[in-house]
């Protein structure tokens, strides 16, 4: 097979560097790439490094390589162009169809998927101009994702920080694998996605935890985000990633801060999706002193309690419309397959729909791809094929997508 064709362009912003950190990520997971900067971009990164990071020459102009076409064949050719950093100015003239550098006459002859990340000073994200020309971007098909909010240039913060590499790299790569996977299909929908392992202290320094790093829940969150979603992401402990731009990050760490946060943001909610992995039971009293070993008193034991089903919980709650999901992670043993718990589980919590994940041996733990199935309480069973977990965010955004669009229907 061969090595499907990314695109680089470059906008003349100083965000430009982190464009070097993107190329990396792409090379090192096995892509081609070609980087396609402009002028202003240059001011900021040599081309010297695009050419020694990509392994391909770097032009700017329309009027190098002219005997090849080059300023047809480069967007022709690809089968991903992705724009990091998207200054204003590129996305004005992305937006009017200019084309008076190699990169702009490279969006007007792509016909494979165009995503911007846009990386500018706030004042500029929000005038008017700017969001005309997104919105324009957007209805033509473009993904173009949100910023991240945060520290500037200089001293100020605020919206317009360029999305992390590493959350750049996981976009393309959906995109690569399914290029309809960012439709702006969720604007206006509120959500709230719980993610990683909560951990139950027994004493000041020690805790019981679980293994789970959090990547599926905040592939959610981002994709949810880039789909449009107004996002709250109630995080407990992750391996470190990176936070999705655009969505709201509440962190906790017992499942008791879990279920608060979840309950509170689930209050005006179009959907929850709970792929945390919370503690069933905690232990029964927390020591208010590190707990010390002796010689004349017995080890100690610890009593466990349980902890309340914050999922079925907020089925008991919900509003009506509101759709909520679950996540289970399954064996099969004596009793029954994966699958066979899986229906038990979908009926006992009255969830809407259900993600079964099969655990054991390296699978869905600690580990980048996730496969399972997506069962719903109306009877469907879907697998879902081995993927990266933004492919699993995005076949489960489009089923809520669907329930969404028949409880509007019913209304
Ligand atoms: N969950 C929850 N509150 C808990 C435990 C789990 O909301 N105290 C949620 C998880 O976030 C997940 C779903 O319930 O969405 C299923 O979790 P799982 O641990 O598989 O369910 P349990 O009911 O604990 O079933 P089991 O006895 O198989 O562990």
Redesign the pocket.
Known sequence: MSQPKIVLGVGGGIAAYKACEVLRGLTESGHDVRVVPTEAALRFVGAATFEALSGHPVHTGVFTEVPDVQHVRVGKEADLVLVVPATADLLARAAHGLADDLLTNTLLTARCPVAFFPAMHTEMWEHPATRDNVALLRARGAVVTEPDSGRLTGVDTGKGRLADSREIVDLARLLLARPDALPRELEGVRVVV?AGGTREALDPVRYLGNRSSGKQGYALARVAAQRGADVTLVAAHTVALPEPAGAEVVHVSS?EQ??KA?SAAAVDADVV????????FRPESRAEHKIKKTDDAPDPAITLT?????????VADRRPGQII??????TGDAHGSVLD?ARA?LR??G?DL??VNAVGEGMAFEVEDNTGWLLSADGLEQRIPLGAKAQLAATLWDAVTDLLGRSRDRQ
């Not at 999901?325 to 399954?330: D, I, S, Y």
Request: charged letters at 20%.
């Open positions: 719980s499942a879990l279920g979840v999706v709970m792929a945390a992995a919370v503690a069933d349980r902890n309340a089903d914050i999922l079925a919980g907020l999901v679950g996540f289970a992670a399954e718990h589980k006992r919590k969830s259900l993600v």
